[in-house]
Nanobody, 127 residues
Framework: VQLQASGGGLVQAGGSLRLSCAAS????????MAWFRQAPGKEREFVGR????????FYADSVKGRFTLSRDNAKNSVVLQMKSLQPEDTAVYYC?????????????????????WGQGTELTVSS
């Protein structure tokens, strides 16, 4: 599975932005998708995950209520809609895919739970 993330850019605090991740090369669309982010000098951080069916989105506490995950299996893509952005959201955002057998909930936030990674797209939020 190849993942291509896009949509990053520069936005002012309080603004919104939409990141997309397009998947290709897989034999099926039955893989869960997630977003992570990594700020300069910090470890990669889990942002959210959505099931292969498009249901049960799960978010990190730091983005809950501000970020929304959705997916379009017909287009093999997942979207991260972000609002009320803050400077602390500044990071490189990576999409990732987990194939069966899927990680359990307690493992969602570990990068090692994901077999495939996109190249990252950078978001900068100015104050």
């Amino acid at each position: 599975v190849q993942l291509q993330a896009s949509g990053g850019g520069l936005v002012q605090a309080g603004g919104s932005l939409r990141l997309s991740c397009a998947a290709s090369g897989g034999t099926s669309s039955r893989y869960d998708m997630a977003w992570f982010r990594q700020a300069p000098g910090k470890e990669r951080e889990f942002v959210g995950r959505i099931r292969w069916s498009g249901g049960n989105p799960f978010y990190a506490d730091s983005v809950k209520g501000r970020f929304t995950l959705s997916r379009d299996n017909a287009k093999n893509s997942v979207v991260l809609q972000m609002k009320s952005l803050q400077p602390e959201d500044t990071a490189v955002y990576y999409c990732a895919a987990d194939t069966p057998p899927f990680a359990i909930l307690s493992m969602y936030h570990y990068a090692r739970s994901y077999e495939y990674w996109g190249q990252g797209t950078e978001l900068t939020v100015s104050s």
